[in-house]
């Protein structure tokens, strides 16, 4: 019987968010700062899995995003989200993925512990650009985000969503999300990429 628990998947990363550049989220030279800029975080996260697999699936080179909100002052502060899959995914691959990254199978992705509400997972055509400081996400007509400028930093700036052992680098980025209960648009906000590697 294969092992349907059992993953590995690792590849680039790029988010953005309606925080201030540089996020109060990101830990900046080991020091975590705190809650968000505007109490609510409104925010698009994305994945290209450059090499991976759910037990004997390949799932190399499918794009994974994460549209989500969430309030600081409500207790524990629990995201709202939708997850989108390439729409190129096989049926098993979409149906992996989806367990992958709502928790469902473990392994060392803490945040999908913070989902609270999932508003639906869908297929959809996605684009990302994850080259360093030109980066976009394309989420068929309804998600747009790209890097407007970088933002030097003296020392590392990490996120938890990616792991703090993958250091990247911050960005003044804008996002607009028109999907369901997500209806925003934010000019230069910030933005984050670097690398990641999951497993279980």
């Not at 628990?5 to 540089?22: F, K, M, P, R, W």
């Not at 996260?45 to 499918?62: F, T, V, Y």
């Not at 990254?101 to 869908?122: C, L, P, Y």
């Amino acid at each position: 019987m294969q092992d349907q628990t059992h993953y590995h998947i690792e590849g680039s990363y790029y988010e953005a968010c309606n925080c201030d550049a540089i996020c109060p989220c990101r830990r900046q030279n080991g020091v975590a700062l705190g809650r968000a800029t505007h109490e609510t975080c409104d925010f698009v996260l994305s994945w290209l899995i450059k090499r991976g697999h759910l037990g004997s699936l390949d799932l190399s080179g499918r794009t994974v995003c994460m549209v989500g909100s969430y309030r600081d002052d409500e207790p524990g502060s629990p995201w709202s989200i939708i997850l989108y899959i390439d729409e190129t995914a096989t049926e098993r691959q979409y149906h992996a993925l989806s367990k992958i990254f709502r928790g469902e199978v473990g392994g060392n992705m803490a945040f999908t512990a913070n989902i609270g509400t999932v508003h639906a997972v869908k297929p959809a055509l996605i684009s990302l650009d994850h080259t360093m400081g030109a980066e976009t996400i394309r989420i068929a007509n309804i998600t747009q985000v790209h890097v407007d400028r970088r933002i030097e930093f003296d020392g590392t700036v990490s996120c938890g969503i990616p792991g703090h052992d993958h250091p990247g680098h911050e960005s003044v980025s804008s996002l607009s999300v028109h999907d369901g209960p997500f209806q925003w648009t934010y000019v230069e906000r910030c933005g984050f990429s670097t690398d990641f590697a999951y497993f279980s």
